[in-house]
């Protein structure tokens, strides 16, 4: 993380089944940055590891930020920590908020669907637009009640008439109908997604049978939610600022690589979710192994994340 702020954590919660809940405050008192709905923090965690959240409080609330983290047993660690060795008064570092998956605050109705933990963005998101006084509908989708998170505070809310819960256990008729839910697209129309990546594949795939445009519809992975890779064979980079050529090993990122020969590119989440390490492509055939670009900035091949993406040609030229 290239800036780093020093917070304490001030209250730690239970948000449902499996979800703890982080109020973190500046540990010198001070006011934090500002953030926008939809903005993510990267939280560096005992061991090492750096995760991203997104913060889930309302963006008018400067004196403090608020995650939810769900303690995933198949994690790589970052949610265990938190789970288990970060409790109330601990001190973390976090990066500045940024924003990847920002609000439209034109839209004339605003649809957000999230799968599980993913109402985080969402619930920031909706408490905004309940303050622009903006149209909106929140659905929530868990495999149970007890883990929907945020449940309480959602159905205590200003908003609740506005918020949706749907449950995989319930009677059939209550689990969400995609297609009913989305309905044909409208101008002024947005769509906000937040979730696993299957919960996210069929959203998208409901839109886009039903003729949403791609700019109508937001979407935001988690961290560790990965496509398959591509192009895992081995390849050159070539440095158009100054020739050099560089080797990248089958089993070795295009940032380690790079890394080793002492040219060293800005990593967070090391996973293709957050952009920290986007850089420009001059040349050559990606291969895009991130959840970060869309599917037609990648179709576009003028920018790739070296720390998951490798090359279909035998080189790459970078903007580096
Ligand atoms: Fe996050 Fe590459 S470091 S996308």
């Given at each position: 993380m290239s800036t780093v702020l020093t917070v304490r954590v001030a209250r730690k919660t239970v948000e449902a089944e499996g979800v703890a809940g982080f109020r973190l405050v500046a540990a010198d008192g001070a006011r934090l940055p500002a953030f926008t709905a939809g903005a993510h923090i990267d939280v560096a965690l005992p061991g090492g590891l750096v995760r991203q959240y997104s913060l889930c409080?309302?963006?008018?609330?400067?004196?403090h930020y608020e995650i939810g983290v769900l303690r995933d047993?198949?994690?790589?660690g970052g949610s265990q920590a938190l789970h288990d060795?970060?409790?109330?008064?601990e001190v973390l570092r976090i990066s500045p908020p940024r924003n990847h998956f920002p609000l439209d605050e034109s839209a004339t109705h605003s649809l957000l669907l999230a799968g599980g933990i993913g109402v985080t963005p969402l619930l920031s998101m909706a408490q905004r637009l309940h303050a622009l006084q903006a149209d909106f509908s929140l659905h929530c989708c868990s495999r149970t009640a007890a883990r929907a998170p945020y449940r309480r505070r959602l159905e205590g809310g200003a908003f609740a008439h506005k918020v949706f819960f749907h449950h995989d256990d319930d009677a059939v008729a209550q689990r969400i109908d995609l297609a009913a839910t989305i309905g044909a697209p409208a101008p002024g129309k947005h769509l906000y997604v937040c979730g696993p990546t299957g919960f996210i594949d069929a959203v998208r795939a409901t839109a886009h049978a039903l003729h949403w445009p791609d700019a109508r519809v937001h979407v935001e992975y988690f961290a560790g939610a990965m496509a398959p890779a591509d192009g895992q064979g081995s390849f050159e980079v070539e440095l158009r600022s100054c020739g050099r050529v560089i080797r990248v090993a089958e089993s070795v990122s295009v940032v380690d690589a790079l890394a080793a020969e002492g040219i060293d590119i800005p990593v967070s989440c090391?996973?293709?979710?957050?952009?920290?390490?986007l850089t420009r492509v001059l040349a050559g055939d990606v291969a895009h192994n991130d959840l970060y670009l869309t599917p037609a900035e990648q179709a576009a091949?003028?920018?790739?994340?070296?720390c998951c993406s490798r090359a279909r040609s035998p080189r790459l030229v970078l903007d580096l």
């Open positions: 409080n309302a963006s008018a609330q400067a004196d047993p198949a994690s790589r060795a970060v409790h109330e008064g090391a996973q293709g979710v957050c952009g920290t390490c091949n003028d920018q790739f994340l070296p």
